[in-house]
């Protein structure tokens, strides 16, 4: 567990191989699996295996009774969602929560579990119970046998749900129950979801300075996350990482104005007519007329004139 922590995955990987292989030659290898499943889950799924956890879960359910191998079926429906395969995910997400019910003596990783293929899914309505079921558990540094903090799944479902406020405050409390362990992978992964948070926040309307200090606050955390996930190799999330810093970095204009918008009310402003605007873009006069309503409509324009104006005011031409 240390090397987990220290986000020495690999390390971690090894020494639960030579886990199970002590309890195979004890002649207890099923126990030694069984015991094994939930931290080897989110190992694989940091390092982006989950193809190989998928078939160790289905090679461990056919080994187990009936009735155990149903307590897998979250772990499943979680590899299956991160692996995209968005209706069996959600088929088996459905079925198991349709027969076991929500009971306080329910096991904590099974929940957590459930409740992240929910969000992957997008079942709004499962992942609204799941997370309010697991939300006066937030403070806890891992979901029992899963080396996860509760708090960052109960954040993501909040961000489903378009309560950026709750997510925050979900994501804020879940860094510091992991900055107390010195939880290194979970703390690299909340700081890239409060990034998340921060570039959707950039993304409402509101005051253009709001919008800047939500994108650099996006971009602090992201430098946080992305030299931490690089060194652990969690290469799922540093793509989302990497994805993200391109989104912040790319340019920002007033009033949402697209690039192509832009180009096209640069010309405007310079004199050019549709016709030359278009074969400046190599685009039809068609296309090049729909993108003037839009951005006519969005800065208010009644015509070229005003147009003009408004790119000198901004500064775009």
């Excluded at 293929?117 to 891992?142: C, P």
């Excluded at 989104?247 to 832009?262: F, G, H, K, N, S």
Aim: hydrophobic share 45%; net charge negative; aromatic share 4%.
């Amino acid at each position: 567990m240390a090397a987990l922590l220290n986000g020495r995955l690999e390390t971690a990987v090894t020494t639960l191989g030579d886990l199970v292989a002590q309890a195979e030659r004890a002649g207890q290898d099923l126990n030694g699996r069984a015991n094994a499943s939930a931290v080897f889950l989110r190992l694989s799924l940091h390092l982006g295996r989950v193809e190989e956890a998928l078939a160790f879960y289905v090679e461990l359910r056919r080994a187990v009774s009936s009735e155990a191998s149903e307590m897998y079926v979250p772990a499943v429906a979680l590899c299956l969602a991160h692996l995209g395969r968005r209706d069996e995910a959600r088929e088996n997400l459905v079925r198991f929560m349709g027969a076991h019910p929500l009971d306080p003596d329910a096991v904590p990783h099974v929940l957590v579990q459930l409740l992240e293929a929910a969000v992957l899914v997008e079942d709004h309505a499962r992942a609204a119970t799941l997370s309010e079921w697991l939300a006066g558990q937030a403070t806890r540094a891992m979901a029992g046998s899963d080396p996860t903090c509760i708090g960052r799944h109960v954040g993501a479902a909040r961000m489903l749900l378009g309560d950026q406020v709750l997510a925050q405050t979900s994501y804020l409390q879940a860094l510091e129950v992991a900055g107390r362990v010195r939880f290194r992978p979970e703390l690299a992964l909340i700081h890239l979801q409060l990034a998340e948070l921060g570039l959707a926040e950039a993304g409402e309307p509101g005051a253009a300075q709001e919008q800047t200090d939500a994108r650099a606050e996006a971009l602090r955390h992201l430098n946080v996350a992305s030299p931490e996930l690089r060194d652990m190799q969690m290469q799922p999330a540093l793509a989302r990482a990497t994805a993200l810093h391109d989104r912040i970095a790319a340019p920002v204009y007033p009033d949402r104005l697209t690039a192509r918008e832009v180009e096209i009310l640069c010309r405007i402003a310079a004199g050019r007519t549709n016709q030359e605007i278009a074969e400046d873009l190599i685009l039809s006069i068609r296309t090049v007329e729909r993108h003037i309503t839009n951005l006519y409509g969005k800065i208010g324009a009644r015509g070229k004139a005003d147009a003009t104006t408004y790119a000198l005011r901004q500064g775009l031409a």
